[in-house]
């Protein structure tokens, strides 16, 4: 498995504005995802994030909302852009370990966005 | 297209008492299934997955699931649960060839004394 963390936990924000979220694994990962989970409902991919190459978009997210960096190996930001209330959720970075048969994917802590 | 179904979004019982949550799935190619648990306040951590081999796969405290192609299902259960069980359960799919996840609405435990 991998150790993840990330930046911030949570955050209250006012609608409008932008918040910046970082992911960190503490080893080399080729492939990344950001996922959004709703209150009170399950998980929903919003991208794919790999080194050197532009994210791949879920259907219903768009970058101009969602953009992803994904500078390194070990690193990615999703930022959540002109927020509204409807933008609260938790979101979660995972990453995807190479497994003997398979890749398993493992999760971040999360972070807990409120929109005002 | 792929889709997880879980039949029960709640279920409470009786510490010490055997518990079944249920998972069926949509797919018709060969797929990976997974279960994750999410503690409260918590992020997703993995429970147990299967990929091939024996189709019953355990985890380190006491969860077992079994794989099912025919009735397409992977319920979780544990033949006797704790306090310490109370958490979120999802479960995923994965086609074999694609690295997207599909989760299932997700079951929450409850454990009561």
């Known amino acids: 498995s991998a150790v993840i963390s990330q930046k911030p936990s949570r955050d209250i924000c006012q609608r409008g504005t932008s918040l910046t979220i970082q992911c960190q694994v503490d080893s080399q990962v080729t492939m990344m995802f950001w996922y959004r989970q709703q209150p009170g409902q399950s998980l929903t991919l919003i991208a794919t994030a790999n080194q050197g190459s532009e994210a791949t978009y879920e259907s219903g997210f768009v970058i101009d909302k969602f953009p992803i960096s994904r500078p390194n190996l070990t690193f990615s930001t999703l930022t959540v852009s002109n927020m509204s209330p409807e933008d609260s959720s938790i979101y979660l970075c995972s990453v995807e370990i190479a497994g003997a048969s398979t890749d398993t994917q493992y999760f971040g802590p999360g972070t807990r966005l409120t929109v005002l | 297209a792929q889709s997880v179904t879980q039949l029960d979004s709640q279920v409470p019982v009786f510490e010490e008492a055997p518990v079944e949550l249920r998972c069926n799935y949509s797919?018709?190619?060969?797929?990976?299934l997974f279960w994750y648990v999410q503690y409260p306040n918590q992020g997703l951590q993995l429970l147990l997955k299967?990929?091939?081999?024996?189709?019953l796969v355990e985890s380190i405290n006491g969860f077992e699931a079994e794989f099912n192609k025919s009735q397409t299902s992977f319920h979780l259960r544990k033949p006797s649960v704790h306090i310490s069980d109370t958490a979120e359960y999802f479960c995923?799919?994965?086609?074999?060839?694609?690295?997207?996840?599909?989760f299932g609405a997700g079951t929450r435990l409850a454990v009561h004394p």
């Open positions: 995923a799919v994965r086609e074999g060839g694609y690295n997207k996840l599909i």
């Open positions: 299967y990929l091939s081999g024996s189709t």
């Open positions: 797919s018709s190619v060969s797929v990976y």
